[in-house]
């Protein structure tokens, strides 16, 4: 066999955890450390350490025509055949300072029966989703900007809602259309409890008058970066929208829930996505936060008190 295949075999296999290797592991100290990984596996293992140090070169003309010689995958998803329904292009004015929003965001589990107003949904959607400005980024064409970073400038990131109690929305399961700032419809009726079942019951999920799903639309971004690396720039995106989501959630006067604990398969199959080309990365879902008899937010775990901080470790 060719050396040179050998050792790309042996050096993946290293990559991966399956190989030690006198020379590289005395270089970073043997395999001490990784008992930490340990919990996590061949997978946890492969997932990180084969997209380590990955080679980067410059871009030249020859590597911008290859990208660039068939067209590229289009910038918005649509459904265009879909009943729809328009949001308003009203946008309520968050009004709370940038301080209070980022100490007063947590993760709320308990929500008032009061529907969101459509306008604060629509606002949350499209400060989150919408478009905020075009670039022009020549041989690539147009990119669209979010108010969040992308990297690739890509964004392969789609919405999807799980709508049950939001004014003016007839419930139900839409795709945010970014272009128009509209809800597309897929699927009619209360598909809250089905939602709430993928993500293994979860009462952030199963209380919220709403729900959003993100996705990756794969070859959006494959596309562009074609190297595995990639994937964790895809990971990277959605947790900056999902930061979006639920500091604009918090300055609109909602209570944001996350959760990556769902059934991919579940989640998916309720969209319609196929989990290949098409594949659920975040489960976000927000509404009026519970409040107490004193009007203050109903939080599953609320700050230490004084008999709490006596019994906790903090080391
Ligand atoms: C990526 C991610 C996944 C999360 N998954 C869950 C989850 O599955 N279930 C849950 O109850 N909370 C989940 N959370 C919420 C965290 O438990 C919560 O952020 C943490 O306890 C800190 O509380 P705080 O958000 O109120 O500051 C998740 C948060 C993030 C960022």
Not at 54 to 59: G, K, R
Not at 62 to 69: P, S, V
Not at 133 to 142: K, P, S, W
Request: aromatic content about 10%; charged content about 25%; some cysteine.
């Amino acid at each position: 066999m060719d050396e040179d295949v050998l050792d790309s075999a042996a050096s993946s296999l290293y990559s991966l955890g399956f190989l030690e290797s006198e020379e590289q592991d005395g270089a970073r100290g043997g395999t001490e450390g990784f008992d930490a990984w340990a919990p996590w596996g061949r997978e946890g293992l492969s997932f990180h350490f084969s997209t380590r140090d990955a080679p980067f070169t410059e871009s030249t003309d020859e590597i911008r025509e290859e990208l660039t010689k068939d067209p590229s995958p289009p910038l918005f998803k649509e459904y265009k055949d879909a009943d729809r329904i328009f949001l308003p292009r009203y946008q309520e004015d968050p009004g709370r300072s940038y301080r209070e929003v980022l100490y007063r965001r947590r993760t709320h589990r308990d929500f008032a029966d009061a529907p969101v107003g459509r306008e604060v949904f629509s606002t949350l959607m499209a400060m989150t989703f919408g478009v905020k400005d075009f670039i022009d980024a020549q041989q690539f064409g147009a990119l669209m900007l979010r108010t969040s970073p992308a990297g690739g400038a890509r964004h392969e990131l789609e919405a999807y809602t799980v709508v049950t109690g939001v004014a003016g929305i007839a419930p139900g399961i839409y795709h945010y259309n970014v272009r128009e700032h509209s809800l597309e419809l897929l699927k009619e009726g209360e598909f809250r409890d089905s939602l709430t079942r993928a993500c293994d019951s979860q009462s952030g999920v199963g209380e919220a008058p709403f729900s959003v799903v993100l996705t990756a639309v794969v070859p959006r971004l494959s596309f562009k970066y074609r190297h595995p690396r990639a994937y964790r720039v895809m990971l990277m995106n959605s947790g900056h929208l999902g930061q979006t989501f639920v500091l604009t959630a918090t300055a609109l006067g909602l209570g944001p829930f996350q959760t990556a604990a769902f059934n991919d398969s579940a989640v998916e199959e309720l969209l319609g996505v196929d989990g290949v080309r098409e594949t659920a990365l975040y489960v976000l879902s927000a509404g009026v936060p519970a409040v107490d008899a004193n009007g203050n937010a109903v939080l599953s775990h609320p700050p230490m008190s004084l008999e709490g901080s006596r019994k906790a470790r903090f080391e």
